[in-house]
């Protein structure tokens, strides 16, 4: 534990913190690919409709603007 916080310039106490808070929470760091994976979906239909939105936009800009 020294050798790494003074490798990092960092206490001792802080990298005990770190590794204590990971051990608690670790399985919710394994767990999280399904909500990932749900996460990328949503962004992937949101990017979609952004982008299906912009084509509707720009069409609307070129026929109004004759």
Same mark, same amino acid.
């Given at each position: 534990?020294?050798? +790494?916080? $003074?490798?990092? #310039?960092?206490? !001792?106490?802080?990298? $005990? @913190?770190?590794k @204590?808070?990971? %051990? #608690?929470?670790? $399985?919710?760091s394994?767990? !999280? @690919?399904q909500?990932?994976d749900?996460e !990328?979906?949503? @962004?992937?239909? +949101?990017? !979609?409709? %952004?982008g299906q +939105?912009?084509? #509707? %936009?720009?069409? +609307?800009?070129h026929?109004l603007?004759?």
């Amino acid at each position: 534990m020294q050798e +790494l916080a $003074s490798k990092y #310039e960092l206490q !001792s106490t802080q990298i $005990s @913190k770190w590794k @204590k808070e990971f %051990i #608690e929470n670790a $399985s919710a760091s394994f767990d !999280s @690919k399904q909500k990932k994976d749900t996460e !990328s979906i949503e @962004k992937d239909m +949101l990017f !979609s409709k %952004i982008g299906q +939105l912009q084509v #509707e %936009i720009d069409f +609307l800009k070129h026929v109004l603007g004759k």
